[in-house]
């Protein structure tokens, strides 16, 4: 049958890192033992692959800078500037009419 040679292939491929000596003799994986430091492929539990695509990540960053960047003008605007004023402002699109205090 097949189910000891996919048995064999656990015990050489057995993650021993997180078991104690006796559940490792127990379980008779000794042989997949390796020492700290050799696994291939990983560096310090490190990803490979990000959880985003960067083009997301780009997209979210630019998205909380726009955010910041109007809060703080909102937030130092004068008294008589109004909502739009500071978003025209803060995209580069205000005329001199948006910047000036009205009468």
């Not at 000794?30 to 492929?41: A, C, D, T, V």
């Amino acid at each position: 049958m097949g189910g000891s040679g996919t048995t064999e292939e656990w015990k050489k491929t057995a993650d021993t890192t997180n078991m104690r000596q006796e559940d490792i003799k127990a379980a008779g994986v000794e042989g997949s033992k390796r020492p700290p430091g050799q696994n291939p492929g990983g560096v310090l539990h490190q990803r490979r692959k990000l959880p985003f695509s960067m083009t997301t990540i780009a997209m979210a960053g630019l998205a909380i800078t726009a955010a910041t960047a109007y809060f703080t003008l909102y937030v130092k605007k004068k008294p008589e500037a109004d909502a739009m004023d500071v978003a025209k402002v803060t995209t580069g699109m205000a005329t001199p009419e948006n910047t000036r205090p009205r009468q």
